[in-house]
């Protein structure tokens, strides 16, 4: 299956897509959009990439298709996805469904919103949230990292269990946003720590390449946060 990957490294999902189709040695050509510089906002790009105007966006031939869980799915129905990441099995794919759906109102919609006002906004506007306005977002997500590592970090090493899928591809890459604005994740939350290590090692060297941007970003910040205190 040759593809064409349209992702942008600072969008969760198109680093997890990226990290998957490495992963499973898919064959495909990366074709780097760059959102803060407005690319994907083009004419162009809607016209000849994606009508929605987001990555990631997949290219199969003359087949379009975005939204990287609908992607995930696609790939594995060409029988192109690992059973170990995607299982065939019917049961054991719904579990890993299970956790892909319930990520969207919980995980990825509060770690990205937290981020968002945090971190995007004020690097887009110049003008930063006062901390009265940014807690309830940061309470939010929070409240998503507690029930994360308490209800689907229990029965095993990963999510569904003592193998890695893509539950914990998608999940790793949400919950590593929050970092570019200074919240730690692992703090204090000693389950999801070693299982975030885990997914990091299992997917060794393609989870840090993804990351490289991030982890600089990271390492921006938390420089400028130490200097600020001198």
Same mark, same amino acid.
């Given at each position: ?21 490495? *992963? ?15 690319? @994907? ?22 087949? @379009? ?15 192109? !996805? ?8 019917? +049961?054991?794919? !719904? ?21 968002? +006002? ?11 949230? #006062?901390? +009265? ?23 095993? *090493? ?7 899928? !893509? ?34 090692? #299992? ?6 390449? *993804? ?9 921006? #910040?938390?420089?400028?946060?130490? #200097?600020?205190?001198?």
């Amino acid at each position: 299956m040759s593809l064409k990957l349209y992702v942008d490294a600072l969008s969760q999902p198109s680093r997890a897509l990226l990290i998957f189709l490495q *992963a499973s040695n898919i064959p495909f050509t990366k074709c780097i959009v760059k959102l803060g510089a407005g690319e @994907h906002l083009s004419e162009e790009f809607k016209n000849n990439i994606s009508r929605f105007q987001k990555v990631p966006v997949v290219i199969h031939g003359d087949f @379009h298709l975005t939204e990287s869980v609908a992607i995930l799915r696609y790939i594995s129905r060409e029988n192109a !996805a690992p059973n170990n990441l995607y299982p065939k099995d019917s +049961k054991l794919q !719904a579990r890993v469904d299970e956790y892909l759906e319930w990520q969207h109102t919980n995980i990825r919609a509060n770690c990205a919103m937290y981020f968002r +006002k945090k971190w995007l906004e004020p690097k887009i506007t110049g003008e930063e949230l #006062s901390e +009265k306005l940014l807690l309830p977002y940061e309470r939010r997500m929070v409240d998503s990292l507690n029930d994360f590592e308490n209800l689907w970090l229990s029965s095993g *090493a990963f999510i569904t269990g003592d193998t890695l899928t !893509a539950a914990d591809i998608w999940a790793a890459c949400e919950i590593e946003q929050p970092r570019i604005a200074g919240y730690d994740p692992e703090s204090e939350r000693p389950v999801l720590s070693r299982w975030l290590n885990n997914v990091r090692k #299992s997917l060794s060297p393609h989870y840090e390449e *993804a990351h490289t941007l991030l982890n600089k970003l990271v390492q921006k #910040s938390t420089m400028k946060k130490a #200097s600020s205190k001198l």
